[in-house]
């Protein structure tokens, strides 16, 4: 029998072992519901019996490992582990059959080279054609071979269709040593476009959901994106590692509460995220705490206890000097106040018990409703916005005031229209009020484009845990957008975090990478050039008087082609573009900042706002000008758009290309790579 058939007849074990972990969990929902403590455990416990089957049941034909490592020497000497995507154990408690590759062991496959084998003698790798294994390759480290690997190239160059898969096979030593970051330490990675810092964030997450389940199942894990149809992108990754207990969502989504139905202008919606408007919204909320001017009189029956207004004013003024949470505040004034007639009623020979304490702080409420109010944030916002002079006299400039000022203010703020910068404001009134409920570790994609008031959104929810910060600040779109990973991770609330650069694109072809990197000089962003893993692809920049025309024939001969297909033009343009591909009996979907458009279509019209962190195999850009032109950012948007092509990039232009992507010996004319 040769090895290859060896290695198959060890897939179908493997695949057996599979079915007995499938029929385990399937029984043991059956017995977990019974031999439950409580209530709540059976509840969890059936939860997690029931995902965990459903993703056994959803996965028995994929393949059950990627690699086996043969060691040689060291604490493994001379044993053999298959390293995968979950652990699979032998039969009867057995040897397992397949290690996770969470494990410590499996480091190795990752960090394992010819100038430090870590006791590994052989390190395989293997190629699979859907659930069929077609081959592997060998390295033998003792001998120091260690080479470039067909399987390894091949599966990062594989088409992009679908949501983004993990990267469990061909994680570089680099990303590993920022996966396995242990939990209570924050990082950010500023990776260029194609590094894996998005796949990096996922598999840490998973990551130290193995290492610190126990810690991280009672607080959480979030994963927050830009957009929903980013959320829809990667959703599938964590699943396929095992993981479905992590919350993936947008900070939009996060925030919840008041519903976006009203837009600001541009100078409003600046103001609003600058971080001054944290004090200015400090101040509209304390500002409503008045002075006693009355002593508070508590009955029972015959007798009454009073707290004069010096003792009031007293207790007042330390509470707000504590600092607390504005609701906790108002609580511990009344807690002070009872503990006064508390003292008073002890003395006259009062029985003092719950019931009796509860009926007598009723009694104090509207003395706190008069003096320590306890509004909604809509409330407190809707009246700064109708007259902020007050509250932000001093903080912000005359014209910044007018700015946020509403031109025609609502009856009440139940009937308010908000702004999705308004809902960040609400979220920082809702977190002065009572501090809202902590993630053991928080996920952000896409930092760089967050205002200093999301940060702090997101700075709440992460107090008492860690944060990996991922993004690029050559893609930095947004108008308050960060220019220095410093400030930012400042107002993340975590400035002691370090910054990791990865530099080398796993996803970009060279060709295309080398196009993008000539934007970077006109970025003002401190960033280094990307290099590419990637020497396949192909690039071509064409001039073209009918631009819809040339995009239909872009589009026909990509379909020609495997993969997905993505194009890409200004917001203004998608429309005509969209009619100029239904005219020529093409179907293609439209993505929008909301949605990911039809997995089903291959082709995909994407306007350039929505088209950050996606990514398709042959991306068609029309008309670079128009993007350039269409923001003041707009360099950075067009950069986002060259660096979306997984395999092969078309640029159109009518119009002259914009100069940072003209060089000395280019004439924009057509050019292949």
């Known amino acids: 029998m040769s090895a290859l058939d060896q290695e198959r007849d060890y897939v179908e074990t493997c695949r057996a072992g599979l079915r007995r972990m499938l029929a385990g969990a399937r029984e043991n929902v059956i017995i977990g519901e019974s031999v439950a403590g409580d209530r709540y455990s059976a509840e969890r416990l059936g939860r997690y019996l029931k995902s965990l089957a459903k993703e056994l049941s959803e996965e028995p034909d994929g393949p059950p490992f990627f690699g086996r490592l043969a060691f040689g020497r060291g604490e493994h000497r001379d044993r053999s582990y298959y390293i995968g995507r979950r652990h699979i154990p032998g039969e009867h408690g057995g040897v397992p059959l397949v290690i996770d590759w969470r494990a410590p062991v499996s480091r190795a496959f990752y960090r394992a080279g010819a100038r430090d084998p870590q006791g590994v003698a052989t390190r395989r790798r293997y190629g699979w054609s859907g659930p069929r294994l077609t081959g592997f390759e060998d390295e033998d480290l ?11 190239t091949a599966e990062i160059e594989r088409p992009r269709v679908g949501p983004m898969r993990d990267i469990v096979a061909t994680i570089q030593p680099e990303q590993d040593d920022l996966v396995r970051v242990e939990v209570g330490e924050s990082v950010c990675v500023q990776g260029a476009p194609g590094t894996g810092k998005t796949a990096v964030g996922l598999h840490r997450a998973a990551y130290l959901l193995y290492a610190h389940r126990a810690r991280l199942e009672r607080s959480g894990v979030l994963v927050l994106g830009p957009n929903r149809a980013f959320i829809g992108y990667i959703s599938a990754v964590l699943p396929a590692l095992g993981e479905v207990e992590v919350e993936q969502t947008t900070l939009e989504e996060l925030l919840g509460g008041a519903e976006v139905r009203a837009a600001d202008p541009a100078p409003a919606a600046a103001v609003k995220h600058d971080a001054r408007m944290a004090e200015v919204l400090r101040r509209a909320l304390y500002g409503r705490i008045a002075r006693p001017v009355e002593p508070v009189v508590v009955s029972d029956g015959a007798a009454r206890w009073r707290v004069y207004e010096d003792e009031l004013r007293r207790i007042v003024d330390d509470t707000r000097r504590e600092s ?292 398709y195999d042959h991306v068609i850009v029309a008309e670079p000008a128009e993007i350039a032109e269409a923001e003041a950012r707009g360099l950075n948007r067009l950069y986002v758009a060259l660096t979306r092509a997984v395999s092969r990039l078309d640029v159109l232009h009518a119009r002259p290309l914009p100069g940072p992507l003209i060089t000395a010996d280019s004439t924009g004319r057509a050019r292949s790579v």
């Open 324 to 615: 607390l949470p504005y609701l906790t505040g108002r609580e511990r004034v009344r807690s002070r106040i009872l503990q006064r007639v508390i003292r008073q009623a002890e003395l006259r020979g009062h029985l003092i018990n719950t019931a009796w304490t509860k009926r007598m702080g009723r009694q104090v409420t509207p003395f706190l409703d008069a003096v320590w109010p306890a509004p909604k944030p809509e409330q407190v916002l809707a009246d700064l916005l109708t007259d902020p002079a007050r509250a932000a006299g001093g903080v912000l400039e005359e014209h910044e005031i007018e700015a946020i000022t509403w031109a025609r203010p609502p009856r009440s703020y139940k009937s308010a229209r908000w702004s999705a910068a308004d809902a960040v404001l609400l979220d920082e009134l809702a977190g002065l009020l009572e501090r809202p409920a902590g993630f053991g570790h928080v996920i952000v994609d896409e930092a760089q484009d967050l205002s200093p008031m999301q940060c702090r959104a997101i700075a709440r929810r992460s107090e008492h845990g860690s944060l990996t910060v991922l993004g690029d600040l050559a893609q930095a779109t947004t108008p308050w957008a960060a220019r220095a990973w410093a400030a930012q991770l400042a107002a993340l609330g975590k400035p002691d975090a370090r910054t990791v650069e990865l530099t080398t694109g796993f996803r970009v072809p060279a060709a295309v990478v080398e196009l993008a990197n000539r934007l970077l000089a006109a970025l003002e962003a401190d960033v280094p050039a990307t290099r590419s893993f990637r020497r396949d692809g192909a690039l071509s920049v064409r001039e073209a008087a009918d631009l819809p025309g040339a995009v239909v024939a872009a589009v026909r001969r990509a379909l020609e082609l495997e993969g997905s297909i993505g194009v890409i033009a200004a917001d203004p343009a998608v429309d005509g573009l969209r009619a100029a591909l239904w005219d020529a009996g093409l179907d293609a979907t439209l993505v929008e900042p909301g949605s990911g458009g039809d997995p089903a279509c291959r082709v995909s019209l994407v306007p350039a706002s929505a088209a950050k962190g996606l990514e």
């Open 142 to 152: 003792e001998r120091g071979e260690q080479g470039g690997s067909a399987i390894l």
